[in-house]
T-cell receptor
Framework: EAGVAQSPRYKIIEKRQSVAFWCNPI?????LYWYQQILGQGPKLLIQ????????DSQLPKDRFSAERLKGVDSTLKIQPAKLEDSAVYLC????????????FGPGTRLLVL | QKEVEQNSGPLSVPEGAIASLNCTYS??????FFWYRQYSGKSPELIMS????GDKEDGRFTAQLNKASQYVSLLIRDSQPSDSATYLC???????????FGKGTMLLVSP
């Protein structure tokens, strides 16, 4: 079974520009997570989807971050406008259902904001 | 605010020694506990999960959970240089809820 796919793998932008990341979860996985991992810290949840509905977006900076999962499969995370402090690795993870399951992480997108 | 605390390290051990990694958590309602390993520049990979008090062993890894003390640990026996990585402790309460990660402990195993 193919793993979680993410693209691009690396992105360099200037502050105030916009950027979008894409995630395709493991086939059949209903729950999808986006995490932000700043260097030297653990992953921090940004948003959780169950199919195409948002379960938890309490830590998503909604003034600049947005995410969607329109068909309940792949997902896009957008930042507009980017700030220097958004430099981080953006990780996508998925599980088949909910609750007591192992989260499988994608390779991540490394964002550098200059 | 749920918190998961780990010593950032680095924890340095010689090859063949036992490495002991510790984690404390703030939410008494936490039900599930995980240890992820993260190599530099890579994404986290699950190495152990534990749900009830006591020890759980898997090969060279042993996870220990004490819910009364809100404490989770990971022991790595016969440490190898390939074990050098950052170890992330993660905690989940129940249902839909998400994982809360600690900052991770860097482990360095010297040959």
């Amino acid at each position: 079974e193919a793993g979680v796919a993410q693209s691009p793998r690396y992105k360099i932008i200037e502050k105030r520009q916009s950027v979008a990341f894409w995630c395709n979860p493991i086939s059949g996985h209903a729950t999808l997570y986006w995490y932000q991992q700043i260097l030297g810290q653990g992953p921090k949840l940004l948003i959780q989807f169950q199919n195409n509905g948002v379960v938890d977006d309490s830590q998503l900076p909604k003034d600049r971050f947005s995410a969607e999962r329109l068909k309940g499969v792949d997902s896009t995370l957008k930042i507009q406008p980017a700030k220097l402090e958004d430099s981080a690795v953006y990780l996508c993870a998925s599980i088949r259902g909910r609750g007591q399951e192992t989260q499988y992480f994608g390779p991540g997108t490394r964002l550098l904001v200059l | 605010q749920k918190e998961v605390e780990q010593n950032s390290g680095p924890l340095s051990v010689p090859e063949g020694a036992i490495a002991s990694l510790n984690c404390t958590y703030s939410d008494r309602g936490s039900q599930s506990f995980f240890w992820y390993r993260q190599y530099s520049g890579k994404s986290p990979e699950l190495i152990m999960s534990i749900y009830s008090n006591g020890d759980k062993e898997d090969g060279r890894f042993t996870a220990q959970l004490n819910k009364a003390s809100q404490y989770v640990s990971l022991l790595i026996r016969d440490s190898q240089p390939s074990d050098s990585a950052t170890y992330l402790c993660a905690v989940r309460d129940s249902g839909y809820s998400t994982l809360t990660f600690g900052k991770g402990t860097m482990l360095l195993v010297s040959p």
